[in-house]
């Protein structure tokens, strides 16, 4: 059977499909081989609304322009709420782990989205991550306490140890997450419980 004209046959669309939700984390080949096939059974009741909301979320949410979050408002809700702590800035390394912290409902200040940690094995350096607008932030003179909330990897130290030689001169207070975050840790995977008590924990830098 030929394709329509000038379109894809139904086995090209359908191999498209899997082939993006392949690039999803933790989809591998035969997963998204899996959730297609289960989108394609029920296209009027899953697939097509799937379809919908993710247009209307990609048209929406946006990154927040101080301090990296995801929201359909910039600032995010969270830079605007001012019941917030306004002095203290937890610096993550991406917006899987402000969701996280915000999960476990343990800080009440700010957030600062790094974008990814230093990494000279894949080649990012200071200038791939957000860390010059934290730098402003904190000259800006409103922040007392950075909160470096970072990935217990080789990675994640080498940027807080980075991050703090940059931070020193400012004078600001700048602490590390303590017990509970296991070497290689991740915190958008760690429960409640121990990313609570990492935070309460937590100890200078």
């Known amino acids: 059977m030929l394709p329509p004209e000038g379109g894809e046959n139904a086995t090209d669309q359908v ?3 899997i082939a993006l939700l392949a690039k999803l984390p933790g989809m591998g080949r035969r997963s998204a081989r899996r ?8 296209p009027g009741g899953l697939m097509l609304p ?14 927040c322009r101080i301090c990296g979050n995801l929201d359909t408002r910039d600032p995010c809700h969270i830079c605007v ?10 610096v993550v390394e991406g917006v899987a782990d402000l969701w996280a912290l915000e999960r476990a409902r343990v800080h009440r200040g700010l957030y600062h989205v790094l974008g990814g940690v ?21 000259s800006a003179g409103e ?3 950075v909160i470096l909330a970072l990935p217990a990897t080789v990675d994640g130290a080498t940027t807080a140890h980075y991050l703090h030689d940059r931070l020193r001169p400012s004078g ?8 509970g975050v296991p070497m290689g840790g991740a915190l958008d995977v760690m429960d409640d419980g121990t990313l609570a008590a990492a935070l309460k924990a937590r100890r200078p830098a």
């Open 15 to 17: 191999e498209r499909l």
């Open 35 to 42: 959730a297609a096939l289960k989108l394609l059974r029920d």
């Open 81 to 90: 709420d001012p019941h917030r702590e306004q002095d203290i800035v937890c």
């Open 143 to 145: 922040i007392r306490e």
């Open 172 to 179: 600001v207070v700048v602490t590390r997450l303590a017990q």
């Open 50 to 63: 799937l379809a919908d909301a993710m247009r209307a979320t990609a048209e929406a949410v946006r990154p």
């Open 118 to 138: 230093l990494s000279a094995l894949s080649g990012v350096g200071p200038g791939d991550l957000r860390i010059e607008s934290l730098l402003a932030r904190v």
